[in-house]
């Protein structure tokens, strides 16, 4: 048996300033050829399951590219060319192949292509029409139906945080080998709801996310049920389908899936006022959390969250702490190279003023960068390596670059030269910052954080600041999106099949 394993991922979102270019993809992680079994064996990764159980089945495997880049701003069109044509170059060149098995996201537009996992999954079939095709996908995918058309079955995480990636590739294997020996015959049922849910409203530890994935559990239970993945989609994304879906996949049998994604999106209908964000003023969300006696008190800097494709140099929400005099704060993490540069050149123990953050104009939003003018201590220098320890992306190596520790009036600031969402301890304590010991944990994230910082959280407060992962939707002009939608549409239908 010869398979074809591969990783092509990324979040866009439409509104972010942010460039994603190849070198976006190599700075995060991009391997080729024998280097992908070598860099993703043993992590938390889809692509570490197929390898697994690839190897354990006895398959030659063919592993042409796997890469991912931190959300950001359309997928360039060399960059998008590139990964796609590695794939399929190897299908052209390497086969035949008697399966392949893919780590993509769901949510990727392209330059070329708003579809990105759509355009990819088109092109496979032109190559190799009769080749069956497994995929995992985030939970935040935007599934379309050329999407489903092009495939053989799906699964998706059904954790937020994600982490439980490699459990949702090796579920979704486990069945793509059975239905490549003959043992089962998937059949998919595919459907979207006119939903366009808000992310911080998708935590798997909150409602409505939670009851809603424990009965895609409860579907898989069922006769003949083989996966049932709810997405909840991403809402950053002027796209004409974006939004939540479900995919029901079978053993055989169309109409029992068909029965098991309408339960499932007739539930998620049901509670689709739970998934709009309630906001509060950000002075009144500071003075409250100065109120608060208990420690690590998580802040949630959530509009210039960079694993939504914030620029992570809004300093709206670092600028308010500030002024209302909280101490005691560690905050990660705020990009600027420059300041980093200047930094290290001034050397730890140097004081030091700096215009921090700011550097990044958002014209969708229609935001100017506004840097920070600070005073303060250079605390610690670092190359930015670390490996993660916690239970997102476990084993995977990070870099943030050239890094400094920046302190100011009591505030602790990491400062990176490349984008990073803190969904891991290591973000403070590879610059050696305990988080269990600090008053305040600033982080520019949304629900991501909990998987290495529900251990510290006492309690929690979400600031809305300024940035192009905002979730107020009146901040956000959507040209194509379809309509009517809720909540942009509050009197939308739901035409049910």
Not at 65 to 89: F, H, N
Request: aromatic fraction near 6%; charged fraction near 25%.
């Amino acid at each position: 048996m010869r398979l074809l394993l591969a990783m092509m991922k990324h979040e866009t979102n439409t509104f972010s300033p942010v460039p994603t270019d190849l070198a976006r993809f190599r700075a995060w992680g991009m391997h080729e050829g024998p280097e992908v079994v070598k860099a993703y064996r043993g992590t938390n990764h889809p692509i570490a399951a197929f390898i697994d159980l690839a190897e354990a089945a006895g398959a030659e495997i063919v592993t042409p590219v796997a890469a991912e880049a931190m959300p950001s701003g359309l997928v360039q069109r060399e960059a998008y060319e590139y990964l796609a044509g590695r794939i399929l170059d190897a299908l052209r060149d390497q086969g035949p192949f008697d399966g392949a098995m893919l780590d993509l996201h769901g949510a990727m537009v392209a330059e070329t292509d708003w579809d990105g996992e759509g355009a990819l999954l088109e092109r496979i079939r032109a190559v190799a029409p009769d080749l069956p095709i497994a995929v995992t996908f985030d939970m935040h995918g935007n599934i379309t139906r050329r999407v489903a058309d092009n495939c053989t079955l799906f699964n998706c995480y059904k954790s937020y945080p994600h982490t439980d990636m490699y459990k949702a590739g090796e579920a979704c294997g486990r069945i793509f080998l059975d239905a490549l020996a003959g043992r089962v015959k998937p059949v998919m049922a595919f459907a979207q709801l006119p939903v366009l849910a808000q992310t911080l409203r998708m935590g798997t530890a909150d409602e409505p996310m939670h009851s809603l994935q424990a009965m895609t559990r409860e579907e898989e239970t069922r006769p003949s049920i083989l996966c049932a993945s709810l997405f909840g989609g991403f809402p950053m994304a002027d796209i004409p389908e974006a939004g939540i879906s479900v995919i029901v996949v079978a053993d055989g049998d169309r109409a029992a899936a068909a029965d098991s994604c309408d339960r499932l999106l007739a539930a998620a209908w049901a509670q689709r006022e739970e998934f709009v964000y309630r906001h509060e003023p950000l002075e009144q969300a500071v003075a409250r959390a100065k109120t608060i006696e208990v420690r690590p008190v998580v802040l949630l800097d959530h509009a210039d969250n960079v694993g939504s494709g914030g620029t992570a140099d809004s300093m709206t929400v670092i600028r308010e702490v500030l002024r209302q005099g909280l101490t005691d704060v560690a905050v990660g993490a705020v990009r600027d190279p420059e300041a980093v540069q200047a930094m290290m050149r001034a050397g730890v123990g140097a004081e030091i003023t700096l215009d921090l953050g700011g550097k990044t104009d958002m014209p969708s939003i229609g935001a100017t960068g506004e840097p920070l003018r600070l005073t303060g201590r250079v605390r610690r220098l670092s190359d930015g390596e670390w490996t993660v320890r916690g239970p997102m992306y476990t084993g995977s190596r990070v870099t943030t670059g050239p890094t400094a520790v920046f302190e100011t009036a009591g505030v602790s600031i990491v400062v990176t030269s490349l984008h990073h969402e803190p969904w891991d301890a290591g973000i403070f304590t590879s610059v050696g910052i305990d988080p269990a010991h600090c008053r305040y944990l600033l982080l520019k994230s949304r629900i991501h954080y909990r998987a290495g910082f529900s251990p510290y959280e006492k309690a929690r407060v979400t600031l809305d600041g300024v940035g192009v992962t905002t979730s107020d939707n009146a901040q956000l002009t959507f040209d194509v999106l379809r309509r009517p939608i809720y909540p942009l549409d509050p009197d939308a239908k739901w035409p049910r099949n």
